[in-house]
């Protein structure tokens, strides 16, 4: 029996990387998926691979950063289908850059999505996910939550936002059944990391050889884990951050 079956799921920045992992892994496992990107393009080919592969997912073009974007996607999905047990939140902008170079508007913008995102979401859950059967957010965060890594100041303070959000929301949302967890992964060589001027495979290679397991992460590494987090196995678990790195956090190669 799929683990997810008539389930349904909001996943954002579900395009590509983990987060279209994320979105295939749920239909895999029998969930229903909405499919939320800023780019009408890659949001509907996830929706199309989903359901070449007999699931059933609906696209949305949507700016995260913006609620009323949110909510009413959400809406959509529910008026659809009846219902939401679960929201992944995937949805970054990131910039690598020296804290002598950055821009207001891309501060800005880079807290919108990282950030602000998480709180229409919240919203949309606690709009729709029944109070009785209850529901799941998984958020997405980093090491550089905890690490001091140059050139990431803005996005460390995301990600220890992130961090800190799902504890705070699983307390409050608990009551509603609501559990809130997020994945951390280490490096993952998804296509927006390899977009990004200071990421190269020499650098790759070089965090490949501080991880313990010798490897570097997949999306579908981070995805399998985020089943699990919304499947019925996971029922006791929320204010959880769980590292999918390999050991490279606590040795220091993340």
Not at 20 to 47: H, N, W, Y
Not at 124 to 135: S, V
Not at 165 to 174: K, P, V
């Amino acid at each position: 029996m799929p683990r997810l079956k008539g389930q349904v799921a909001f996943v954002t920045g579900a395009g590509r990387g983990i987060g279209r992992a994320m979105a295939l892994a749920f239909a895999s496992e029998g969930a229903i998926v909405g499919v939320a990107d800023i780019d009408r393009t890659t949001a509907e080919a996830t929706a199309s691979e989903i359901e070449t592969s007999s699931g059933t997912a609906r696209a949305y073009a949507i700016d995260v950063s913006r609620r009323d974007d949110v909510l009413r996607a959400v809406d959509q999905l529910v008026s659809e289908f009846g219902r939401l047990d679960i929201v992944a939140n995937n949805a970054i902008v990131f910039r690598s850059e020296p804290v002598s170079e950055i821009r207001e508007d891309a501060c800005e913008r880079m807290i919108a999505v990282g950030l602000k995102s998480l709180i229409w979401t919240a919203q949309a859950a606690l709009q729709h996910m029944d109070p009785e059967r209850g529901g799941v957010i998984i958020n997405n965060t980093s090491p550089v939550a905890e690490l001091g890594v140059p050139r990431s100041t803005v996005y460390s303070a995301i990600k220890g936002g992130v961090s800190s959000m799902t504890r705070s929301l699983a307390a409050e949302l608990g009551p509603r059944r609501i559990r809130v967890n997020a994945v951390c992964p280490s490096t993952v060589p998804t296509p927006g990391a390899r977009e990004l001027n200071n990421y190269n495979d020499a650098l790759y290679e070089a965090r490949r050889l501080r991880t313990p397991l010798g490897r570097l992460g997949t999306p579908e590494d981070i995805a399998s884990a985020a089943v699990f987090l919304a499947s019925a196995e996971a029922s006791f678990i929320t204010a959880t951050v769980l590292r999918i790195d390999g050991g490279a956090t606590v040795y220091g190669g993340a």
